[in-house]
């Protein structure tokens, strides 16, 4: 479990393909400090440690994960969005975050509005009631809050910090991005429809 606050960037050093799936290995400040089996969230996708150095731990994807995540599209030297996973004595400062993304997104616009920057993503209409005005989101592994949404479109304002501390700098329109809708949402959707279903 994540909280969708970014700890570091780290930089994909190398993507090896192996049965199934890919292993990634990503360059970071505390590397020395994982475990083998600790959870770690690159771009929102919760992964698993499976080998690490003093500076570059290793993951393995599988196929599914390529397939409804944008981390088939990393190449070396990509910069990516880095969370360790929630302890019980750390703040939950973003929102509930699982690491089991929903869907992808594109980049529609990405817009300046005096200190802010308004990204606008544009989403598969299927999730549509997942998307609540001044709810929460994950993308890429960043908690963010809705400014306004129409249609299979929302639009989210990144303050300066959150533009420098993640990846979102090294994005263009055009780009995927993970997008992980919010659990509490989730679970009520799911509810009201096998209450409509009875």
Not at 25 to 52: L, R
Not at 108 to 129: H, M, N, Q, S, W
Request: proline share 2%; net charge negative.
């Amino acid at each position: 479990m994540f909280t969708g606050i970014v700890s570091e960037i780290g930089d994909v050093t190398e993507i090896k393909k192996i049965k199934g799936g890919q292993e990634l290995s990503i360059k970071c400040s505390f590397a020395d400090d994982v475990h083998v089996d600790e959870s770690i969230a690159i771009n929102g996708v919760c992964h698993t440690v499976v080998s690490h150095t003093d500076d570059v731990f290793k993951v393995q994807s599988v196929e599914e994960t390529l397939r409804k995540t944008n981390l088939g599209d990393l190449e070396v030297g990509n910069p990516v969005n880095l969370e360790r996973s929630l302890t019980l004595n750390k703040a939950i400062e973003g929102h509930i975050v699982q690491g089991h993304v929903d869907t992808t997104g594109t980049i529609k616009k990405i817009d300046k509005d005096g200190a802010d920057l308004l990204i606008t993503i544009e989403f598969p209409e299927e999730y549509r009631d997942y998307i609540v005005g001044r709810g929460s989101i994950s993308i890429d592994g960043i908690s963010l809050t809705i400014a306004r949404n129409e249609g299979n479109l929302f639009t989210v304002a990144i303050i300066p910090y959150t533009w420098d501390e993640t990846n979102l700098h090294a994005k263009k329109i055009g780009d995927r991005v993970n997008l992980e809708f919010d659990i509490f949402g989730k679970y009520i959707i799911q509810y009201l429809q096998n209450r409509e279903q009875k």
